[in-house]
Nanobody
Framework: QVDLVESGGGSVQPGGSLRLSCATSKSTYDTGGCMAWFRQTPGKEREGVASIRIRDGTTEYSDSVKGRFRISRNNIQSAVYLQMNDLKPEDSALYYC??????????????????WGQGTQVTVSL
């Protein structure tokens, strides 16, 4: 059993900001070597948003969020964050934290995910 504790979702107006947090155990954090955020809306495929390789901080972003979202990590707390700025209505989704299978395959592909969190809702509307 792997626990991924997500927080920080909510409702915000277009142009606003939110910060998502995800914490897990140190063993999961260190063994996976990769943490990522995905999102999903009803009827659509789950899509990768951002990933970060734990050992060196290498990041990857989807084109739709590049320049607006920033993923970061805290190795002491075994946590990862997603700072979301200039939010748009199309960013509304259920956001999932994920642990990767290996630092060598770290990225925003669903195939590299070993564990998923429960999801936290982000709603962007007037």
């Amino acid at each position: 059993q792997v626990d991924l504790v997500e927080s920080g979702g909510g409702s915000v107006q277009p142009g606003g900001s939110l910060r998502l947090s995800c914490a897990t155990s140190k063993s999961t954090y260190d063994t996976g070597g990769c943490m990522a955020w995905f999102r999903q809306t009803p009827g659509k495929e789950r899509e990768g948003v951002a990933s970060i390789r734990i050992r060196d901080g290498t990041t990857e972003y989807s084109d739709s969020v590049k320049g607006r979202f920033r993923i970061s990590r805290n190795n002491i707390q075994s946590a990862v964050y997603l700072q979301m700025n200039d939010l748009k209505p199309e960013d509304s989704a259920l956001y999932y934290c994920a642990v990767g299978r290996s630092p060598w395959t770290c990225g925003i592909s669903k195939e590299q995910v070993a564990y998923w969190g429960q999801g936290t809702q982000v709603t962007v509307s007037l």
